[in-house]
C-alpha cells in the first residue's frame, strides 16, 4: 500500500531547513496543518513554540534582505489602504503601506510568497517595494480593517433594501470582463441606498468624489451641495466599477472621462433615470450622478412659478403657429424643466414635435428626442437639418451654440415652425445681443424671435418660516420703491425644522424674466441698439427684471431677501 504523499514545502520553508532554523520533519509537520490560508504556516511554526513570530520576521528580513518594520506602531490611517484591492490583501494576508506615482510599499510576512506577490502586480499594474513584518501583527491588523469596512457599510446600508432595483440595461457583450469585484453585494446594497435616499430627498445630483484621505458622497438638494457619507476609501474603486457597469460604460478605461446613463426601478409604473458623468482626477474617478425625474415635467406650468401676466405671454407664444422661443440662465436653473413644460403642453396627436439635446434628459412619450453625437457627426445643426426634411410642427434644441445652429433655427422659426432652444446668458436682453455677437442678422433676429425667458431657482421657504425685521434702507437697497413698503406684508425668513432638515428651505421656486418681443424692441434690435437700449424698453412695457420678479417672491413670503440677492445679484 503506498504511502500518503508528503505536502509540498514552500520556499519559506525551505530556507528555514537550510538555515537550521527548522527540521524538516517539522516543517512537515507545520506545512501539512497550516494548508488553509496564507501565513498559516509561519502561525503554525509560532503556535508550536518552534520560533517566534518576532524571530521568524527578523529571518525573512536578514535572509531575504528586505526591512523590517514594526506594523502595530503605525496609526490605521496612515495606510494607502486604495492602493490594493480589499479581497487581495485579505486573502494574502499582506496591507499596503504607500504608494507613489507607479510603486507601492507593501507590507509581507513571507517574500517568498510569488503567487501573492504576481497577482497584486497584475492587479496594480505597478512595481512593489516590499517590507517585513511579524505575521501575528499583520493578520489583526489585516482582519480588523475588513471587519471595520464591512461594519461601515452595514451601518450605512442596512437590511430594508432589494438589490433588484438596479438594473443593468447594457447589453451582454459589454460583460466580457470579470466583475465579480462590481458584484459586491455590500456595495451594491450602498449605492441604491444612496440613489434612494436622494431622490427621497428632491436632489438633482450625487457627487462621489475620492480625495487622498477619504471618500466622500454629496447630494445637491435645492441648488446647496450636502455632505451625507464617508465610505470607506478602499471602496472607491468597487463603487466606480458597479457605477460604470450599470451605466453602460467602460470600467477598464479610467483615463478618460466617460458619459452613460442608467436607470432605478422604483416600482411598476415609477422609474427614474440618472445621467452619469465620470471624470479622472488625481485620486481616482469622480462620478456625479444627475437625477432624471419625468415626472417634473408633468407638474404644469402653475407649479413652476410664473406669474399671472409672465404666463400669459408664455402661453400666448407657444400657442403662435410659428416663432424662436428663448429660454436663458445658468446651468442647473431649470430651463430644461421649463422647456419640457412647454413641450408637455404642446404635445397633441396633431403635433409633430422633434427634439435635438446634448443628451435628452427627460423621455416623454409622443415626442421624436435626438441625442447629439458630435463624434459621430451628428451635431445640432445636422440635427436640425433632418428635423426639416421630417415635416416637424414644434422643433427643440437643447442649446445654441454657434452660428451655423443659430441661423438653421432661424430659418426654421420663419418658415412656418415654432423653434424652442436655450442659451446661456444672464437676462433677457442680452440674449438678442449675444445672437448678434454670433453673427445672426438683426432683421432675422427681429423677424423669428417673439419671446425670451431668463430664469433662475430660488430656495423656497419651508412652512417653518419666521416674519423678520428687515431695516427699511436694506429693503430699498434690494430693489424695493417707496410706495411697496407701505406695511401691508411682512417679510419672512427660514426657521428650521424636521421637514427641512433645519435648513429653512424646502424645495425651489423660479423667478423669471418674460420678455415678448414687441414692435418697438425689433426696431432697436434692427437699428442697432444694445441690450441696455432693450431692457429700457421692455422695462417701460411693464416686464419685471430678474431682481423685481425675485423681490414680488419676497413679498408674497415665498423665498427670504437673503436668497433672491444671492440668486439674482446685479
Not at 59 to 79: C, E, H, Q, R, V
Not at 118 to 133: H, K, N, P, S, Y
Not at 303 to 317: N, R, S, V, W
Not at 463 to 487: N, Q, R, Y
Request: hydrophobic content about 40%; glycine content about 6%.
Amino acid at each position: 500500500m503506498a504511502a500518503n504523499p508528503q505536502p509540498a514545502l514552500s520556499g519559506f520553508a525551505r530556507a528555514l531547513i537550510q538555515h537550521g532554523r527548522l527540521s524538516e520533519a517539522d516543517a512537515l509537520a507545520c506545512t501539512a496543518q497550516a494548508s488553509d490560508g496564507t501565513n498559516a504556516f509561519i502561525l503554525e511554526v509560532a503556535t508550536r513554540g518552534l520560533m517566534s513570530t518576532a524571530a521568524i520576521a527578523r529571518f525573512a528580513a536578514d535572509t531575504f534582505g528586505y526591512p523590517l518594520l514594526d506594523i502595530a506602531a503605525f496609526d490605521k490611517s496612515m495606510f494607502a489602504s486604495d492602493a490594493v484591492d480589499r479581497k487581495l490583501m485579505q486573502k494574502h494576508q499582506v496591507l499596503a503601506l504607500a504608494k507613489r506615482q507607479n510603486r507601492v510599499t507593501l507590507v509581507i510576512a513571507d517574500p517568498s510568497n510569488m503567487r501573492a506577490l504576481d497577482e497584486i502586480r497584475f492587479q496594480t499594474g505597478m512595481q512593489l517595494d516590499l517590507v517585513i513584518a511579524e505575521a501575528d501583527k499583520l493578520k489583526r491588523i489585516a482582519d480588523a480593517q475588513n471587519e471595520s469596512t464591512e461594519q461601515t457599510l452595514k451601518e450605512l446600508t442596512g437590511d430594508e433594501f432589494d438589490m433588484d432595483l438596479l438594473k443593468d440595461d447594457a447589453p451582454s457583450e459589454s460583460k466580457e470582463e470579470d466583475t465579480s469585484d462590481v458584484d459586491d453585494a455590500p456595495v451594491v446594497k450602498f449605492i441604491q441606498k444612496v440613489l434612494i435616499d436622494a431622490i427621497n430627498e428632491g436632489a438633482s445630483d450625487i457627487h462621489f468624489e475620492p480625495y487622498e484621505k477619504y471618500y466622500r458622497i454629496r447630494v445637491r438638494t435645492d441648488g446647496v451641495l450636502r455632505e451625507i457619507a464617508q465610505p470607506p476609501l478602499v471602496l472607491k474603486e468597487k463603487i466606480a466599477a458597479r457605477i460604470k457597469v450599470i451605466s453602460r460604460l467602460d470600467i477598464s478605461e479610467k483615463r478618460i472621462p466617460q458619459d452613460g446613463r442608467m436607470k432605478l426601478v422604483l416600482s411598476k409604473n415609477k422609474a427614474i433615470d440618472f445621467r452619469v458623468s465620470t471624470l479622472p482626477t488625481l485620486h481616482g474617478e469622480k462620478i456625479v450622478m444627475r437625477i432624471l425625474d419625468p415626472s417634473s415635467a408633468m407638474l404644469g406650468i402653475d407649479a413652476l412659478g410664473y406669474e399671472p401676466d409672465q404666463k400669459k405671454a408664455l402661453m400666448e407664444a407657444i400657442e403662435r403657429p410659428y416663432g424662436m422661443i428663448l429660454v436663458t440662465g445658468p446651468t442647473g436653473s431649470g430651463k430644461t424643466v421649463s422647456l419640457y413644460t412647454c413641450l408637455n403642453l404642446l404635445n397633441k396627436a396633431g403635433v409633430n414635435i422633434s427634439t435635438a439635446e446634448d443628451p435628452a434628459e427627460i423621455n416623454l412619450p409622443g415626442i421624436n428626442q435626438v441625442n447629439v453625437n458630435e463624434k459621430a457627426g451628428l451635431t445640432f445643426s445636422a440635427a436640425l437639418r433632418s428635423f426639416l426634411r421630417q415635416d416637424p410642427d414644434v422643433i427643440m434644441v437643447g442649446e445654441i451654440r454657434d452660428l451655423d445652429t443659430a441661423e438653421i433655427s432661424v430659418k426654421a422659426a420663419q418658415t412656418g415652425h415654432l423653434v424652442l432652444s436655450t442659451l446661456h446668458t444672464n437676462d433677457a436682453p442680452t440674449t438678442l445681443e449675444r445672437l448678434k455677437n454670433m453673427g445672426v442678422a438683426p432683421f432675422n433676429i427681429a423677424s423669428s424671435v417673439i419671446l425670451i425667458t431668463a430664469q433662475r431657482l430660488a430656495r423656497r421657504l419651508c412652512s417653518c418660516k419666521k416674519p423678520v425685521d428687515i431695516p427699511l434702507e436694506a429693503l430699498l437697497e434690494a430693489g424695493f420703491s417707496p410706495d411697496e413698503l407701505d406695511g401691508s406684508w411682512q417679510p419672512y425668513g427660514p426657521g428650521g425644522c424636521d421637514r427641512c432638515k433645519g435648513s429653512g428651505y424646502k424645495g425651489r421656486v423660479g423667478i423669471y424674466q418674460v420678455m415678448p418681443i414687441s414692435e418697438e424692441i425689433a426696431h432697436i434690435i434692427m437699428t442697432g441698439g444694445n441690450s441696455m437700449d432693450i431692457a429700457a424698453q421692455a422695462e417701460s412695457e411693464g416686464v419685471r427684471d430678474l431682481r423685481k420678479s425675485g423681490l414680488l417672491k419676497v413679498k408674497q413670503g415665498m423665498t427670504s431677501l437673503e436668497e433672491v440677492l444671492a440668486t439674482t445679484n446685479e
